[in-house]
């Protein structure tokens, strides 16, 4: 086999930059494949206060509002676009009803995200199909069955989805699990270890060559440097001592158990923003770029293979 270069990006969670970022990063990367490894939708809607003088307010954060004219509303919305929010253009009156229906203002959030998929799957048919450019992407524990489905039904040609399954781009098949192990928070793909172990168990099957094998799991395995995350009280909140956050290992043993058992090329993963880094499970290596896409920043890992093996690797940030 060849070489063979990869992009991986994960855990964008709607922020249109990042996303843009990641697309323009081909041409100058030069990958040939690029893989986004879950976690596609925002998790907040951010009102806009319509104002009876023609402006309008936002709230940047909890204690600070702005005021702006009618002109700057573009320029508002691709700012909260651009850090993974969606908004809503409304009145502190219409915003205090529909709060007062969190499954109906949930509800328009899930498809005001669900549209967002939808646009970043034509851009990517836009900047990769003339390319010929396959990207594989796959959902994550915070996307639903429903943005799947988008994937599934909606993507371009040039767009693969390898949830439960295997898909296969040049020399390498890639096998996708979207699902984690449960989270504190209960996300829509969250499962219990032993429920993600079965889901595991019966789709990994369809795996072929280890040595042609790359595995897009969202979830990191247990007991690395991927899932260390702050470790939290009874309330959530992160535990420290002495001012420092006490940290603890949030992978699933489902996913290493896989790891160490098929020994497949490497092992791409998301899903801990802040444990961005490279180890080993069972020979085989493991990645995980991490995330701070609220910032606007892209994280990203370059991937160089060859003969079944990873000649090289890089992180990237821009």
Not at 168 to 196: K, Q, V
Request: hydrophobic residues 35%; glycine residues 10%.
């Amino acid at each position: 086999m060849s070489r063979f270069r990869i992009f991986f990006v994960s855990d964008l969670h709607g922020s249109e930059v990042c996303f843009r970022k990641f697309l323009n990063s081909a041409p100058i990367y030069r990958p040939d494949l690029l893989i986004y490894g879950g976690d596609i939708m925002g998790k907040i809607l951010q009102p806009i206060f319509r104002r009876d003088d023609g402006t309008y307010r936002w709230y940047p954060t909890s204690e600070r509002w702005e005021d702006f004219s009618a002109e700057a509303l573009p320029a508002v919305e691709r700012k909260i676009a651009d850090q993974g929010r969606y908004s809503l253009v409304t009145t502190p009156e219409e915003w205090e009803k529909r709060r007062r229906s969190p499954e109906a203002l949930e509800a328009y959030c899930r498809e005001t995200g669900k549209d967002r998929v939808r646009a970043w799957l034509q851009l990517a048919a836009e900047r990769l199909l003339p390319k010929k450019l396959p990207l594989v992407m796959n959902v994550g524990n915070d996307d639903t069955d429903g943005v799947l489905e988008i994937l599934r039904k909606e993507a371009p040609p040039n767009v693969l989805v390898p949830e439960g399954q295997v898909v296969s781009c040049g020399p390498y098949e890639i096998f996708g699990c979207g699902y984690a192990n449960m989270t504190p928070w209960h996300c829509p793909r969250d499962l219990e270890e032993e429920e993600l172990g079965k889901f595991l168990d019966r789709t990994s099957g369809q795996i072929g060559s280890p040595r042609r094998t790359i595995v897009d799991i969202h979830a990191p395995p247990s007991g690395t440097l991927l899932d260390l995350a702050p470790e939290l009280d009874a309330n959530l909140k992160p535990k420290t001592v002495a001012g420092q956050m006490l940290l603890t290992h949030v992978g699933s043993t489902s996913v290493r158990r896989l790891l160490e058992s098929v020994r497949p090329v490497v092992g791409l993963h998301g899903h801990i923003h802040e444990s961005m880094g490279v180890d080993q499970v069972g020979g085989t290596p493991v990645y995980n770029p991490g995330s701070v896409y609220f910032s606007g920043t892209l994280q990203g890992l370059i991937l160089n293979l060859e003969d079944g093996r990873v000649l090289d690797h890089m992180f990237v940030t821009g």
